[in-house]
């Protein structure tokens, strides 16, 4: 199929004279319907193909954005996507980005009160981009090569860049990045950077290319670790080389939880580009040989995305594209966005493998890899442009636990828990519940002796109407039961699984 081209430079052809105009928004863009969905029946998000990345963010009220490089259904550059019944349904949000240019770099976060911002990389400036005020502010005039984003459990916000002459710096901002109160230099000579800040704890983490190899993604892969002394100020606490071989490592990113911090990279060229990891269970200090994350022969794996679920249970999703280099057009059989996620207990150790693509994902140029999207809980959802007969567009899909019927204005009036539908089943049913106030929910199965052998939901979640699907398929036929507890109240229902 398609070679694999490795390549930094995200923009194909833009007219230089375009990055010295100012950034321009505009309103008024029209809904953009699309159909329902649910893990495994993708949900239509855009009908047409973007021409760069895509970025994505849940806001506490639960609504779902993604900012899109698209100029094909408007008259915009960038668009942001939204929706509000986790992902069923999405229109068109009225701002909008009106340069009609490829943004080739881009992040999303939310504030606690639900204001939603995108960071965006216009030429060799960084922007600021507030979607619910349509305001726009360029970071400084430091000529940009790259820049990630993130935000810490004080709200405050830390932009860090490679500049065009290779030095890694790093800002703070308690005012959500409209202004900077501390800076500080990371490291001469780098390139790329990436950044996460763990669920659990005040310690960020940034991996970014050191020590520069003529070949760019041979260079080594270092990690550092900061710690927020105070709203806005980052203090260091360390750094270490994760990938230091001569072989090509064209991705990488870091995420982490619960001291478990997971650094995954790409290695090998077109036809053996598999995706390892390495990680570390003392926050940081030390990490542990690198072992394969996702690898089979005769097949790529690459484009990946990683999230924290903030689960005890499920801590670190993971998200990547199985491409199998067949000769003739890809098929869903051929060409795959694969699923699955591993705990802090076993943080090499990987569960629930799954295919959550009915349109097969795509390599392009145009650089818009697969985004993951973490919407609380349990909950998370995945988005990529996607392929079929009918061409390229932008598809969601969504974990099995599902919000429905709340978004964010109505909240149930009682606590409740529904009869499993169907019933009896196999090897799946569905489980509806609702919760009035927020608490920490737990759903458990039950076999006829009243053993344990299955716990469903154990976590903090807010109010609304909730259906989760279960999947009996490692259950024998017989009777059980399933119990629901929370902030006092339980209520247990009975279901037949029959094979």
């Known amino acids: 199929m398609r070679k694999f081209i490795i390549t930094l430079l995200f923009v194909i052809i833009v007219p230089m004279f375009l990055y010295s105009q100012d950034i321009k928004v505009g309103t008024g863009l029209q809904p953009n319907p699309s159909s329902g969905g649910d893990w495994g029946t993708n949900a239509l998000i855009l009908n047409t193909e973007p021409i760069g990345p895509i970025s994505g963010v849940t806001t506490p009220n639960g609504t779902i954005y993604l900012a899109i490089n698209d100029t094909l259904s408007t008259t915009s550059g960038l668009i942001v996507r939204k929706s509000t019944d986790g992902g069923n349904t999405w229109t068109t949000h009225g701002n909008s980005i009106t340069n009609r240019v490829n943004f080739p770099r881009l992040k999303m976060l939310a504030s606690s009160n639900d204001s ?27 000529n940009v090569n790259d820049f990630d984003v993130v935000k810490s459990s004080t709200g405050s916000v830390y932009l860090w860049i490679t500049t065009e002459s290779g030095g890694l710096r790093r800002y703070g901002s308690t005012d959500f990045g409209w202004s900077y109160i501390t800076s500080g230099y990371v490291q001469a000579g780098c390139k790329n950077v990436k950044m996460s800040f763990s669920a659990t704890s005040d310690t960020m983490f940034a991996t970014y290319r050191a020590y520069l190899n003529p070949v760019l993604e041979k260079s080594i892969i270092r990690v550092c670790r900061y ?8 203090a260091s606490a360390g750094f270490q080389n994760i990938v230091d071989s001569n072989a090509l490592h064209t991705e990488f990113d870091v995420v982490a939880a619960n001291s478990t911090v997971w650094i995954y990279y790409t290695e090998g060229s077109t036809g053996g580009i598999d995706i390892y990891c390495r990680t570390s269970t003392d926050n940081g200090t030390t990490y542990g040989t690198q072992f394969l994350a996702a690898g089979n022969p005769n097949v790529d794996e690459y484009y990946f995305s990683l999230g924290i679920s903030g689960t005890s249970t499920r801590y670190c999703d993971f998200i990547y594209y199985s491409d199998s280099l067949q000769s003739g057009n890809p098929t869903n059989s051929t060409d795959k966005l694969m699923y699955k996620f591993t705990s802090t207990p076993n943080p090499g150790v990987f569960t629930g493998l799954t295919q959550i693509s009915q349109f097969y994902p795509n390599w392009s140029s145009k650089n818009y890899k697969p985004v993951i999207i973490e919407l609380g809980g349990v909950d998370v959802g995945a988005a990529w442009v996607g392929g079929s007969v009918a061409g390229r567009k932008v598809y969601w899909n969504r974990f099995l636990l599902t919000r429905t019927g709340n978004n964010g204005t109505q909240t149930p009036a009682t606590y409740s828990l529904s009869q499993n539908y169907p019933n009896p089943f196999n090897p799946t049913t569905n489980i509806s519940f609702t919760i009035s106030k927020a608490g920490f929910v737990n759903i458990k199965v039950f076999d006829i002796l009243g053993r344990e052998v299955a716990t469903l939901i154990s976590q903090e979640m807010k109010p609304g109407n909730y259906n989760y699907k279960f999947d009996a398929k490692n259950l024998s036929s ?8 929370v902030n006092g109240f339980s209520d247990v229902k009975r279901m037949s699984v029959i094979k």
């Open 478 to 485: 017989g009777v059980y039961f399933y119990k629901m507890e």
């Open 116 to 142: 939603v911002f995108v960071w965006l990389q216009f030429g060799l400036s960084v922007y600021r981009w507030n979607i619910n005020t349509n305001s726009v502010k360029q970071f400084d005039s430091t």
């Open 227 to 234: 710690r927020e002394s105070a709203p806005g100020t980052l």
